[in-house]
T-cell receptor, first 113, second 114 residues
Framework: EPEVTQTPSHQVTQMGQEVILRCVPI?????FYWYRQILGQKVEFLVS????????KSEIFDDQFSVERPDGSNFTLKIRSTKLEDSAMYFC???????????FGPGTRLTVT | DQQVKQNSPSLSVQEGRISILNCDYT??????FLWYKKYPAEGPTFLIS?????DKNEDGRFTVFLNKSAKHLSLHIVPSQPGDSAVYFC?????????????FGKGTHLIIQP
């Protein structure tokens, strides 16, 4: 069964460094998303992406964040200058259509020290 | 601002019995609702969804009920099995014309007792 994959599974970085989290969505899906879950809190929407542009973004997704689909398979989330409060699980998701079930990857645990 | 609320942090149910997980929402613009299951160190797994034009959707052991007037939905699992032990998230989506982000509740930890 096709699934969303994410790399790395765990990323440790120092405050102020740039990180890139990578995702490979399900191949026939057209809509892509990033979410995060800070430890002990709920899953929060960051951004959605369709047709090579951002479709929707939340208040969390400020100028420090960017997304890109550099090729036909990868979908990346970049955090330009990480802060301690960026430490969280980051989940990528994809869906066939805009109002359809979103399928999540296993997540990347980002630890900012 | 909790637009999706799951008021029970945990629920314990005996194996073979019915598990009922509840979810309330405040945003009347929500028109699509989903339930996800999550094991530790894994991503949320989609279980079942329901559109606001329906009041019930069933898939095997899982049934979701939607009461729009009460802004309430519930997930029924019958019969409950040990593998159902996980955290269950309720999520909702409002029509935005594009790729809509989901708004999640805080989750309910379901524990199935043998």
């Amino acid at each position: 069964e096709p699934e969303v994959t994410q790399t790395p599974s765990h990323q440790v970085t120092q405050m102020g460094q740039e990180v890139i989290l990578r995702c490979v969505p399900i191949s026939n899906h057209l809509y892509f998303y990033w979410y995060r879950q800070i430890l002990g809190q709920k899953v929060e929407f960051l951004v959605s992406f369709y047709n090579n542009e951002i479709s929707e973004k939340s208040e969390i997704f400020d100028d420090q964040f960017s997304v890109e689909r550099p090729d036909g398979s990868n979908f990346t989330l970049k955090i330009r200058s990480t802060k301690l409060e960026d430490s969280a699980m980051y989940f990528c998701a994809s869906s066939v259509g805009p109002v359809r079930e979103q399928y999540f990857g296993p997540g990347t645990r980002l630890t900012v020290t | 601002d909790q637009q999706v609320k799951q008021n029970s942090p945990s629920l314990s149910v005996q194996e073979g019995r019915i598990s009922i997980l509840n979810c309330d929402y405040t945003n009347s613009m929500f028109d699509y609702f989903l339930w996800y299951k999550k094991y530790p160190a894994e991503g949320p797994t989609f279980l079942i969804s329901i559109s606001s034009i329906k009041d019930k959707n069933e898939d095997g052991r899982f049934t979701v009920f939607l009461n729009k007037s009460a802004k309430h939905l519930s997930l029924h699992i019958v019969p409950s099995q040990p593998g159902d032990s996980a955290v269950y998230f309720c999520a909702a989506s409002a029509p935005g014309g594009g790729a809509d982000g989901l708004t999640f509740g805080k989750g309910t930890h379901l524990i199935i007792q043998p």
